[in-house]
């Protein structure tokens, strides 16, 4: 089965040897470029289609560094980080021909800006998909048993409800990453449930987390678990970090397109991703990031976009001017909502509460006022306040 592929590297001269017998590629006066050859026109295949390179399985420490769950029993991080950095500092003491003690001066190469200079697509690629691996690693695409335990307490039916939304987003899924376009010739179906297994892994982690930290704040979900534009958000807003982790050629708004989701309300559960996860790796935040700076700039005022219902809703008292709804003067001014979410400052108001995110457009003086309010150190971010708070205020 594999004499055909052979054939055709022969007749694009990617292989050197005897062309009729297909033999000889392993001389040793071809082998160094055979190799070359095939290792270019493989990396080149890998980022035209956006997929992940295999090749990374085939490194010394993949056991360490990427192996499997079961490989990995018995290891700690930290175990395991000193014996990838005593293995590097080995190799660092013979690969220069001399018995050279490692000094600072000499170990210059593991410098931060120096890593950053050789920095490939497909380096980024298999980083963002470690990362990735690190967080859904032995957990199954389904509710534990903590988050079934969880939900059941609050409905009889939510949890049904939940898994047979994820189970129907899924076919969406995979149907939309499978068919060919105009810009891409369609994945295999292997690929697509790969990714699809990897978002709802993602989701039910994020959506346990969420409900346990409200929980043992005392705050009440249960309005939330009823929210099914708010499960459908989060679920595309994992299966975006998939696609971006990735290096899919399918660019945002793609996942958007595919489940028919309003930017704006994709835009409400952004925050509420990257605050529960604490996993997600640096150039993953900073692509939500963007994305949310493209819904703010443009797509949140699409005509199709709910914002103008809401807008509507405000009646004679309008929408909040920019004073009554300006962070102070001492609150890091023109930063992204998402700038301050890593950096350990607080604020003395706290961003929007995703309990009101999805509530009806009713707006009071008091909710205009309100918008930022100010909340004791460690508040819900999904605390609920009086039924009357907008999500135009709240969302925007």
Not at 73 to 80: A, K, P
Request: charged content about 20%.
């Amino acid at each position: 089965w594999w004499k055909p592929d052979i054939k055709k590297c022969f007749e694009s001269k990617l292989l050197r040897g005897e062309e009729q017998t297909m033999m000889g590629v392993l001389d040793c006066n071809v082998f160094e470029t055979n190799s070359k050859n095939i290792r270019r026109d493989y990396e080149t295949y890998v980022l035209s289609i956006g997929e992940y390179d295999e090749r990374v399985f085939l490194g010394e420490e993949a056991n360490e560094e990427i192996g499997t769950p079961t490989k990995m029993i018995g290891h700690t991080d930290m175990e395991l980080g000193q014996q990838i950095v005593g293995r590097r500092n080995l190799q660092t003491q013979f690969s220069s021909g001399s018995l050279i003690p490692c000094t600072p001066l000499s170990g210059r190469h593991y410098l931060r800006a120096r890593e950053q200079a050789m920095v490939t697509p497909v380096s980024t690629a298999t980083y963002l998909v470690s990362r990735l691996n690190k967080m859904v690693a032995g957990r199954r695409p389904e509710p534990s048993q903590n988050l079934t335990n969880l939900v059941n307490t609050l409905s009889s039916t939510a949890l049904a409800d939940i898994t047979s939304r994820v189970e129907t987003l899924g076919q969406v899924f995979t149907e939309r990453y499978t068919a060919p376009t105009d810009t891409h010739p369609g994945s295999h179906s292997s690929f697509a449930n790969m990714r699809l297994r990897m978002g709802s892994v993602l989701y039910f982690r994020v959506l346990e987390k969420i409900l346990v930290g409200e929980q043992r704040m005392g705050k009440s979900i249960a309005g939330l678990l009823e929210q099914a534009v708010f499960h459908q958000a989060l679920f595309t807003a994992c299966l975006e970090v998939v696609i971006f982790s990735y290096n899919s050629l399918r660019t945002f708004p793609w996942s958007l397109e595919t489940f028919q989701l309003e930017p704006l309300h994709f835009y409400k559960v952004i925050e509420v991703l990257i605050r529960a996860e604490d996993g997600l790796a640096r150039d993953v935040v900073k692509h939500l990031q963007r994305i949310e700076e493209q819904i703010l700039e443009s797509k949140a005022w699409a005509r199709s976009s709910p914002i103008w219902d809401a807008i509507a809703a405000c009646g004679d008292q309008g929408v909040p001017s920019c004073e009554e709804v300006s962070l102070p003067a001492g609150d890091l001014p023109m930063q992204s909502p998402l700038s301050h979410l890593r950096t350990g400052v607080t604020s003395s108001r706290q961003s929007p509460i995703v309990g009101d995110r999805f509530k009806s457009p009713i707006v009071t003086a008091v909710a205009r006022r309100q918008l930022f309010s100010g909340g004791q150190p460690g508040q819900s971010i999904l605390a609920t306040t009086s039924p009357q708070h907008s999500p135009m205020k709240s969302g925007l």
